[in-house]
């Protein structure tokens, strides 16, 4: 089943936030174990940016955000031909129901990588090709005899997480808070540099504070051009997939199979996941930093798992409450079975 889903606090300030909430000083804070890397400085961007635009025209217009080889093991042969087809349903409409379509029409974002989106679409298909190789062996028993398999699903989680639509909203939205700021601080602390920058670039002096703004403007129209085009994540999501998938170079993954029930996959699969919290990524504040473990369906009844190794995270009654409530909702459709929280481990790498 697939479905259509439309500034992390430190470590020290979770474990005191843990201590407030009740929790006893021998309760282990489980997190990611990761060498952080810093990103890049502004040099090393703008190298980046030099990079990317070598291929600036070269454009691809529909785009997979979710693996098209995840896709095809969540897929059942369909009527007389037996044609694989996922069954999809979009979450967006209440009262939608499923709709079978093919592993090549789901998943997809058009113009998600708005620049230069064919060198991204690389490191993707790389670990497309890759992946394939890693599930057949998940499947026969020979998935830890080579280490290989372990890093191709530890980039292809990496690669889910950065080059996902949560990700893409998050820096549309930073973007938007700090330019707002810009402008903010330059019209209270600078209006005079900025009445002096309008006077020497027009001639005559301002009036109003939308000539003031103009020149605040002015000042950041370079970045406001590579957001404009799509530039600064098209940047990111190659800088980022290389870091993280750097800093988790020595997580082990695990694979976890549920006792009973199904999986489901959605166009956000790559989970962030902390016990007692309802959220799953960086929209609900959880990054590397703060979650327990990172999970990746791998099909109806295999999930990949860096980090704590549940494969799911515990809740107050208040979230159960609201989980319950769309868990109705959704057994109220037809084809449709809920999975439970109970998972068998597989020996891990």
Partial sequence: MLFNDGAA??????????????????RPVLVLSFRYTPPPTPAQYDRLVREASQNSQQLKLDQ??????????????????????????NRAYIQAKPT?????????????????SNSSEAAWMATETLLREALDAADNGTFFDQTQHSDTVRDAIVLHLVRSIPALIVSDETWRHRHAAHIDQWMRNGRDALFWLHRAGFGWSPTSDQELQVMAEDLISP????????????????????????????????????????LLIGDVPALALRDGHLGTGPRDGLG??????????????????????????????EATRTLRKTRAVFLGMPGIRAPEPNLRLERDA
Wanted: glycine content about 10%; overall charge positive; aromatic content about 8%.
């Fill in 9 to 26: 606090p430190t470590l020290r300030a979770r474990v005191e936030n843990q201590r407030r909430a009740g929790y006893t000083a021998c």
């Fill in 64 to 89: 997979h955000v979710v693996s098209r080889v995840l896709l095809d093991q969540f897929a059942e042969p369909v009527g007389s031909k037996g044609e694989r087809k996922v069954s999809s349903l």
């Fill in 100 to 116: 079978k379509r093919g592993p090549a029409g789901c998943g997809k974002f058009r113009h998600f990588v708005r620049y230069a």
């Fill in 223 to 262: 970045v406001a051009a590579q957001m404009d085009r799509g530039v600064y994540f098209r940047v990111s999501v190659g800088e980022r997939f290389q870091r993280f998938s750097h800093m988790l170079a020595n997580e082990p993954v695990k694979l976890r199979r549920p006792t009973s029930g199904e």
């Fill in 288 to 317: 590397l930093e703060n979650c327990d473990e990172l999970v990746l369906p791998l099909g109806p009844h295999l999930m990949a798992v860096l980090g704590a190794g549940h494969g799911y995270n515990t809740m107050g009654k």
